[in-house]
Structures are given as C-alpha cells and as structure tokens.
T-cell receptor, first 117, second 113 residues
Framework: AQKITQTQPGMFVQEKEAVTLDCTYD???????LFWYKQPSSGEMIFLIY??????QNATEGRYSLNFQKARKSANLVISASQLGDSAMYFC??????????????FGSGTQLTVLP | NAGVTQTPKFQVLKTGQSMTLQCAQD?????MSWYRQDPGMGLRLIHY???????DQGEVPNGYNVSRSTTEDFPLRLLSAAPSQTSVYFC????????????FGSGTQLSVL
C-alpha cells in the first residue's frame, strides 16, 4: 500500500483565493511526522510546514496551514490568498517512528498547482 | 551561506560508465541523504548517513554506493550506470535532535544512454 497518497495530479486556483491540496498517509507507528515541500519549475525543494503526530494544534506557517485529521490519516495543505508565485509542484512526505535520529522521508507523487491571474 | 552544494548540475553517461555525484554541506549537519526523483513518483530515498563513518540503505539502494568520511561530504557513486538510473538526484541534510527540516541541494540531472 502507498504510504503517502496525493490524489490530485493537478489543481488550478484563482489568484487571491484559498486552495487545499490533499494528502493521506498510511502508518501503524504512533510516532510520525508529516511535511509539505514546494518544488518550483526551477527545481529546488523548499520546506513549507511540519506536523508531528502528537502535536495538538494544526501547524501554521504564514499563508500555509496543515489541516491534520489524525483519525482520517489526512494532512491536507491549505494555502490562503494564493499568489502567482505559488504555482509549483507540492509534495507531501512522512517520517515514521520517533524523530530521534530518523530523518528518512517517504514522499507522495505530488500535486502540480497552477495559480491563475 | 552555501548550504548544500551538489556537483555536477548535469551529466550524461553511457551505459556501464561509473561516476560520482558530489554533495557538500557547510552547516555541520549530522544527517545527510540522497534521493532520486522520477516523473510521477515523487522522491525516493537511496542512501542516508547519520554521521561520519555511518551509512545505511534507503528504499532504492541497488546500483549505488556511498561513504561518509567527513561531516561535510556525502558522495554518491554509480558503479556501472544503467538507463534505469536516468533521474534527478537530490542531496539533503539536516541536524539531528532539532528541526526536522531537510535542506536540499539544487539537484543533478543525470542521463544514462
């Protein structure tokens, strides 16, 4: 079974509107971390946001928030007030087990977001 | 700050040739790793290291070797390149015990003919 599933290969959003990118995960480990990374057309990988499995509140970083629904095993990324510069590929990723010395990530296949003017 | 530096940025190999992708970081990070990115598949972990002298395999290690003789450097070796190794390769590093944010290099586009 896929550990990280991103079911939206492509998404479009109008500039200044909010958009939700879906991510579901599969793990039996009670300790894990969930990440979102952005990859613009230039190719670099940019860290956006992190949510730990024991975190009580949803993570937020500026215009990015992570809608963490533990029972549903979902970790959707919400981008508020979309900007043209948000057009990029977005990857959801998971680290399984206690963070300790583990930094190995499993990535989803990504969602290509296009922001329309 | 240089961060994570990967060289070369582009490389074309013939089947059977060997080469080394270089990765260096100047942030004193204990953890370093190599991923490959193929169309439609996201990134997959090849090898990783939690410190000098310590390496371990990731999800797709076959055909690749690594070593970690210093904290700064983590080269990836292709011993006998195959067309299936055509991909974009990313090196990433982070500290242990603190933030889990991975710092990525700019990637190496490798084509094996």
């Amino acid at each position: 079974a896929q550990k990280i599933t991103q079911t939206q290969p492509g998404m479009f959003v109008q500039e200044k509107e909010a958009v939700t990118l879906d991510c579901t995960y599969d793990t039996s480990d009670p300790s894990y971390g969930l990440f979102w990374y952005k990859q613009p057309s230039s190719g670099e990988m940019i860290f956006l946001i992190y949510q730990g499995s024991y975190d009580q509140q949803n993570a937020t970083e500026g215009r990015y928030s992570l809608n963490f629904q533990k029972a549903r095993k979902s970790a959707n990324l919400v981008i508020s007030a979309s900007q043209l510069g948000d057009s990029a590929m977005y990857f959801c990723a998971m680290r399984e087990g206690p963070s300790g010395s583990a930094r190995q990530l499993t990535f989803g296949s990504g969602t290509q977001l296009t922001v329309l003017p | 700050n240089a961060g994570v530096t990967q060289t070369p940025k582009f490389q074309v190999l013939k089947t059977g040739q060997s080469m080394t992708l270089q990765c260096a970081q100047d942030m004193n990070h204990e953890y370093m790793s190599w991923y490959r990115q193929d169309p439609g598949m996201g990134l997959r972990l090849i090898h990783y290291s939690v410190g000098a002298g310590i390496t371990d395999q990731g999800e797709v290690p076959n055909g690749y070797n690594v070593s970690r003789s210093t904290t700064e450097d983590f080269p990836l070796r292709l011993l006998s390149a195959a067309p299936s190794q055509t991909s974009v390769y990313f090196c990433a590093s982070t500290e242990l015990g603190g933030t889990e944010k991975l710092f990525f290099g700019s990637g190496t586009q490798l084509s094996v003919l």
